[in-house]
């Protein structure tokens, strides 16, 4: 008789033992509480967490052990899974446009922050939800590079629109606050210097002293080898800009990020099905899994091959295109992938910095997308 494993030491230790034949996501709470205090101690504001990028039970658990006291939630779902893991935070109704039942949700659950980019859409909120201690915070967008994906596809006003939604908002009763999002996975932290600035100009042309700044996600998780986020180096940006831009009216600050709270935290490790005639990889996971975000935002290269043994495989890389597991030809990474030369049936390959977009994005297409989720003490192989 034994106790059950249920903490490895590192991923290598349960590949070895357990030999999964699904893809298996490692979650270090460690990892993940350092990267919340990473924010919570370098960003010069409150520091909530955008629940989509992944909404594991286990992972908002460890974010408020760690300190975070506000959530970003788009939906009634998650505005509720957050009211029961932590009662006490702060829910921040950032998606910019909500049906009418959504929001009766919203209002019921005590939400005092919402986010919009219209005028239809604030006439909604301020038909049904009581002005007095609620916020509503104007979402713009701008034309800026940086980002993997540019977030202003979708949501967001022009300058002109935010400056006279800025006005409705503050003639209403509201509290008046501006937010942005400058694109996930930004790189650049001169995006973070154009949005405040122009948060600025919006304030001081609807004559609105707003009480808070929402600088957004977008921060960077470590996607590739050699690029290290600089992300106090963003704070340090932002936080001198904001005095700079908006001078004795300076908001206070708040951000939202998913991707750089979460995306380090987990590593995935995916089995080799088969090296067909010595030459495509197929996977057990892909994009219908929780590859799902590779297609749009470009592969990460913090791969390793390690044997079944758990051993990694060392020598000579060669490009190869994998696959994964379903019968749909899109289901492939973008591009070629370096991979040992010697990879074999039954390896792992391991993604590290897995995170963020991938538990919430696995589906049962075509039958595949068991994943299994273990904690580890460790995410080094
Ligand atoms: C998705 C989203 C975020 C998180 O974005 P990341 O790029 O993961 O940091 C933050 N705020 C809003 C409103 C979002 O929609």
């Known amino acids: 008789m034994g106790l059950s494993k249920t903490i490895w030491t590192n991923p290598s230790e349960y590949l070895r033992t357990i030999q999964p ?6 979650f270090s709470p460690a990892a993940l509480q350092a990267a919340a205090r990473r924010f919570i101690d370098g960003f010069p504001g409150m520091v909530t967490y955008a629940v989509k990028s992944n909404p594991e039970e286990v992972v908002i658990e460890n974010f408020s052990a760690a300190g975070v006291r506000g959530y970003d939630v788009a939906s009634p779902f998650e505005m509720r899974m957050i ?25 019921e659950l005590g939400v005092k922050s919402y986010s919009v980019d219209s005028h ?22 701008l034309p800026v590079s940086g980002a993997a994906y540019n977030f202003g596809a979708k949501f967001g006003a022009t300058a002109e629109v935010a400056t006279e939604l800025l006005k409705t908002v503050a003639a209403a009763g509201f509290i008046p606050s501006i937010t942005f999002h400058p694109g996930t996975q930004c ?14 100009d919006i304030a001081r042309d609807a004559g609105v002293t707003i009480a808070r700044l929402n600088v957004g996600g ?11 986020p600089q992300i106090e180096e963003t704070f340090a940006l932002i936080d001198r800009v904001a005095t700079e831009a908006f001078g004795e009216n300076r908001p206070m600050l708040v951000c939202e990020p998913g991707r750089a ?14 090296v067909r005639d010595d030459n495509h990889v197929f996977l057990n996971d892909g994009v219908y899994g929780s590859l799902a975000e590779l297609p749009l935002i470009g592969v990460i290269d913090r791969t390793e091959v390690l044997t079944p043994a758990g051993v990694k495989r060392a020598g000579d890389k060669a490009d190869r295109i994998i696959f994964g597991p379903t019968c749909d030809s899109v289901d492939r990474l973008p591009g070629e992938v370096a991979l040992s030369a010697e990879i074999e049936e039954g390896d792992f390959v391991v993604f590290q910095g897995m995170g963020a977009y991938s538990t919430v994005t696995n589906s049962r297409f075509n039958g595949f997308g068991e994943l299994s989720l273990a904690t580890v003490l460790s995410l080094k192989l």
């Open 218 to 228: 977008g921060f960077p998780s470590h996607r590739l080898n050699g690029v290290l």
């Open 21 to 26: 034949e699904t893809p298996v996501l490692f």
């Open 120 to 141: 239809s859409e604030l006439a909604k909120l301020i038909e049904m939800v009581p002005a007095d201690g609620c916020e509503i915070s104007v979402r713009f967008k």
């Open 187 to 200: 790189t650049d932290p001169a995006a973070w210097e154009s949005y405040i600035r122009t948060a600025a």
């Open 83 to 107: 009211r029961r893991l932590a009662p006490d935070a702060a829910l921040h109704y950032n998606n910019p446009v909500r049906a009418r039942h959504e929001i009766a949700t919203a209002v």
């Open 261 to 274: 709270l979460c995306g380090d935290a987990f590593t995935l490790a995916a089995r080799v099905k088969a």
